[in-house]
């Protein structure tokens, strides 16, 4: 009950944020935006619609998850009510799932709106919904969870501006850790070898989490993979917040 309480309470508190309402909105005035390109190209028009939409969803998924998760204890240091939080029998662990599950509760509103909107562009182009779309959303959100989880984990011991920028760098990181990998294992030296295979299991691989092509493209999407990729992604949002919850415990406010 406790945890819920703090859940519904950040959901409350970030769905007043100013910043949440300007990026959303401009989201959505590029989802509607993509329908201009549309007229003016020449067939393919429902790819242009997903390929544009997925990746409005993405990147705006982004900023909201790393402008929210930032101020997780920020906020609350700079309005002195960290102090009366861990003066109550709440214990820290359930202060900091709480506050992330909040978060989440908030993209998932974000997302699910910011994807009605593509459906129905899409729709209105094909005349049904692909499933192959459906999923890859789903994994958008799957990835925005793990990038609120790193922001929540930076925010427990360092500021909001290098929160960010920590953030920001592992989600680029996170998409160019199998190329890197590739591009080692063919053309790098040893050295670069034994740099980069340790970097590739330590960061997040978010290229697992990309079906974009799948649903743009309508490739075949491997059932089993799909499966390990969404099991990967939980088990290192789970690692993220249990890592959030350590630091958070010893950190010394008085």
Known sequence: MKVAAIALNAFREAVRDRILYAILVFALVMLAGSTILVTISVGGEEK???DLGLACISIFGTLIAVFLGIGL?????????IYSVISKPIHRYQFILGKYLGLVLTLLANVALMALGLIGLAY???GTVSPRLVLAILFIFLELMLVTALALLFSTFSSPTLSAIFTLCLFVAGHLTADLRLFAARFGGVLSKAAIEPLYFLLPNLSRLN?????VHSLGIDGGTTILSFLYAIFYI???VLAAMAIFHQRDFQ
């Open 48 to 50: 242009i619609i997903k």
């Open 73 to 81: 204890v920020s906020k609350e240091i700079e309005k002195r009510t």
């Open 124 to 126: 209105l182009w094909e």
């Open 211 to 215: 079906l974009k092509d799948q649903a």
């Open 238 to 240: 789970a690692a993220l």
